[in-house]
């Protein structure tokens, strides 16, 4: 039987910068249950692995359909580059979310773009190098 080697923490790296961008109507728990997973994660490592960031439209107050509001870290023009992963929340019907201006921003933005299952379909299909990657 071979002996388990312990698991030690590896050197640190340059932590991976992960954005949620959050619109107006936005489901609350879309975008707190995958920043709790990024935050978990930094704790069981003791140390920050993940560098998470939330983007607006603008800087301002962002309402979602519960009516409690997000303070994004930054508008979406402001968002420090690179980004390693770019996330969507879901909430309400995409079409109504999803502006020209924002499908502009993300098609250059991230390495991966990564969407709810409520928002993917409609936000794939409107950034093109990503609509080969919706599954029926």
Do not use: H
Request: net charge positive; with cysteine; proline share 10%.
């Amino acid at each position: 039987m071979t002996k388990a080697t312990p698991y030690t923490t590896p050197a640190a790296s340059k932590p991976r910068r992960v954005a949620m961008l959050i619109y107006p109507g936005v489901t609350p728990l879309d975008v707190a249950g995958p920043l709790e997973v990024f935050s978990f994660a930094n704790i069981l490592r003791k140390q920050e692995i993940y560098d998470v960031v939330t983007v607006g439209p603008t800087a301002g107050p962002v309402t979602t359909k519960a009516g409690i509001a997000f303070l994004p870290s930054c508008a979406m023009t402001e968002l420090a580059l690179p980004v390693d992963t770019l996330m969507v929340a879901g909430g309400g019907k995409p079409r109504t979310w999803i502006t020209q201006e924002m499908i502009d921003w993300l098609e250059p933005r991230q390495r991966r773009l990564v969407a709810s299952a409520r928002s993917a379909p409609a936000l794939f299909c409107s950034v093109p190098q990503a609509c080969s990657m919706v599954v029926g």
